[in-house]
């Protein structure tokens, strides 16, 4: 029996291991699978590979204010 995964499937599978990370200050979510395009972090991309210099685009709070919640 030949198995494979298609290519949605794959990308399910990266996605499904994708974390999201919340703002202390107002709430926001970062989600990996979805990354923050209009401030230049595309999806995919992981928190820890996300700039320091990246701040919350609603309220400016820096990445050390944000922290990993299981949605």
């Keep these: 029996m030949c198995t494979f995964i298609t290519f949605y499937e794959?990308?399910?599978?990266?996605?499904?291991?994708?974390?999201?990370?919340?703002?202390?200050?107002?709430?926001w979510i970062y989600d990996e699978a979805r990354g923050d395009p209009e401030s230049g972090v595309a999806p995919g991309t992981l928190w820890a590979d996300v700039p320091l210099n990246w701040t919350c685009p609603e309220c400016g709070a820096r990445k050390e204010d944000f922290e990993l919640v299981q949605i």
Excluded: N
């Design 10 to 27: 794959k990308a399910f599978l990266a996605v499904s291991d994708t974390k999201t990370w919340m703002c202390l200050i107002c709430g």
